[in-house]
């Protein structure tokens, strides 16, 4: 089945050129212990991202040196049981969620060990090398930052890889995923603000075959390209129980896979950047720009709002030809601030990018004067393989079809169904998804996924039924001109989403935010500065884009002259 009546022109690995003027960037290990050698450090931290090998990393890079002395400062931390102990409460039993951590580097290691390697690197004749997560306690005249992107960790979690501070290479992904969500990402990051901007070099590490590095300098210009211009994210995509088609044919994937569910192609805190140097590519975490251009790119309002965290999310959701999502809510504000320690909620809402005509629909809502405590019953025992729960009996479906936008607050029970192209738009906290009912499916890993009916049960909010739903969430369209439309959302979601149609160039504004937005109908568009002060930038059908803050506004035109653009965009209202 063909989805499109153009070819698509989706690119899958976007990247900004960046003038090479002065520009110290280099491919491959020899380059980069040429180009540290050249630089006759006496002392170096080899800062490590967790995730990255260090044992390889060690012969690549650091032995190649010819350090006198290679110290590793991981032999100071504490033992594996004063860790877990420490970490036990907020790890849980739970398979998916467990409890933002407060920790800090220091926490993990064993003071009296670190100053007896501190003594040794002070008194310590010739050169020397220091690696590891936390080498930078260690105080070295000179720091290698090695960089590591979220989603390139999570594919290394599949191969086998532990999390850091436990030895569970044979645990499911899911938790391993847990412990870096909830804390060594926490522990890693706070790190990383304190000491990449000190940082000599940057290593690009996400390729562990072909390393690439960068100096301080250049990462500065990196930063300030990216939040000063339009630019997209590395995408990733990945199959799911309930997978389509549709990406396949749009996004231009391997047409050999059985499916694609979900792409991540707006999530700062897990997707890269991609950047050109003199013909090499590097990749970095997005959220570095984040962290260290929190104004330039989010804007004052929401940076003062939201500190370093990037606070809008866009992905795709394919089931077309697949099947419906897992029958979900997510947890009101105060609930995930008890229980999880976030500060704010996953409020969505869902964006209908493509629908199987007389087909599309989703689930939203309870219907009128349910039965809640049969409701709860009937939930139970399909959690426990006692029966089919009969999702229609109790939440209504509503048909939907391309360009409606249906706003989802935290507490409504929702799932998009068969047949439906969904980009979300929600809030960042993207992990907290109680499922209810997966329709009795097992994961692609053969595992029954996660139910959280006490999670779940403890969020719906009952009162909001058919006549709710209908007046409150779906399409609830303003008018802003001729081309603009307010398109929502809920008073309860801190998130402004407007449409904007167009057959030739419109200016558009940014309010002050950063914003995310996607093209949502025509084949190509052109981004233009209103004041010249970055090249033209294209984008092309389903690709999400960020516009940030520091652009104040844009002109936006399509490619090709009498043919209507359509995009969708967010910012913080």
Not at 42 to 64: C, D, H, M, W
Not at 97 to 114: C, R, S
Not at 172 to 196: H, N, P, S, T
Request: charged letters at 25%; glycine letters at 6%.
């Amino acid at each position: 089945m063909s989805y499109l009546n153009f070819t698509s022109q989706y690119d899958n690995n976007p990247a900004l050129n960046l003038d090479a003027y002065n520009s110290v960037a280099v491919k491959g290990v020899k380059s980069i212990v040429d180009t540290l050698q050249s630089k006759n450090f006496s002392t170096i931290a080899f800062e490590l991202y967790p995730g990255v090998n260090k044992a390889r990393f060690i012969e690549q890079v650091v032995r190649p040196l010819n350090f006198d002395h290679i110290i590793d400062v991981e032999t100071a931390l504490k033992d594996e049981q004063t860790i877990a102990n420490m970490l036990n409460r907020f790890i849980t039993n739970d398979r998916v969620f467990g409890y933002m951590a407060p920790f800090t580097i220091d926490d993990f290691y064993d003071h009296q060990k670190l100053d007896e390697l501190s003594s040794i690197v002070k008194q310590a004749k010739g050169s020397i090398a220091v690696i590891g997560f936390g080498a930078t306690l260690l105080s070295c005249e000179n720091t290698v930052y090695v960089n590591l992107s979220r989603w390139e960790i999570h594919k290394r979690y599949r191969r086998g890889m532990p999390n850091f501070f436990d030895n569970n290479h044979g645990n499911d992904v899911l938790q391993k995923f847990k412990r870096g969500y909830f804390i060594e990402w926490r522990v890693a990051d706070k790190l990383k603000k304190r000491i990449m901007p000190q940082s000599d070099f940057i290593i690009d590490g996400n390729d562990e075959s072909s390393l690439k590095m960068v100096d301080q300098t250049t990462y500065n210009n990196i930063l300030d390209m990216f939040s000063s211009r339009p630019f997209r994210l590395v995408p990733y995509f990945d199959p799911g129980v309930w997978g389509g088609q549709w990406m396949k044919e749009v996004c231009r994937l391997d047409k050999s896979s059985d499916n694609y569910a979900w792409s991540f192609d707006g999530v700062p805190e897990e997707n890269s950047i991609g950047v050109l140097i003199n013909d090499i590519r590097f990749e970095f975490p997005a959220v570095d720009v984040v962290y260290f251009r929190p104004s330039q790119l989010l804007g004052e309002r929401v940076h003062g709002r939201f500190g370093t965290e990037f606070p809008i999310r866009f992905d795709l959701l394919d089931t077309m030809e697949g099947g419906n999502l897992s029958l979900q809510v997510h947890p009101l504000t105060e609930y995930i601030q008890e229980k999880f320690g976030m500060r704010y909620t996953q409020d969505e809402s869902y964006y209908i990018l493509d629908a199987k005509t007389d087909e599309g629909a989703i689930y939203l809502g309870v219907k009128e004067a349910i039965d809640e405590k049969a409701f709860i019953e009937d939930l139970k025992k399909a959690s426990n393989g006692k029966a089919l729960f009969p999702a229609e009996k109790y939440i209504n479906k509503f048909p939907v079809k391309k360009h409606d936008h249906i706003s989802i607050p935290a507490g409504t029970i929702h799932c998009s169904a068969v047949n439906t192209m969904v980009l979300e738009i929600s809030a960042t906290p993207y992990i907290f998804t109680f499922k209810l009912w997966d329709w009795g499916r097992l994961g692609l890993d053969g595992l029954p996924r996660p139910i959280h009916l006490e999670h779940g049960l403890a969020s719906i909010q009952f009162d909001r039924d058919t006549k709710w739903v209908k007046r409150e969430l779906i399409n609830p369209f303003k008018k802003v001109n001729d081309t603009e439309t307010i398109t929502g959302l809920h008073e309860r979601q801190f998130i402004e989403t407007r449409r904007v149609q167009f057959d030739e160039a419109v200016t558009i504004t940014t309010h002050g935010s950063v914003n995310m937005a996607n093209l949502v109908d025509g084949e190509a568009a052109v981004i233009e500065s209103v004041d010249g002060s970055f090249e033209p930038y294209e984008i092309h059908y389903a690709e999400t884009f960020i516009i940030p803050a520091h652009v104040s506004s844009v002109m936006i035109r399509p490619k090709h002259p009498k043919r209507s653009c359509t995009i969708i965009k967010a910012h913080v209202r």
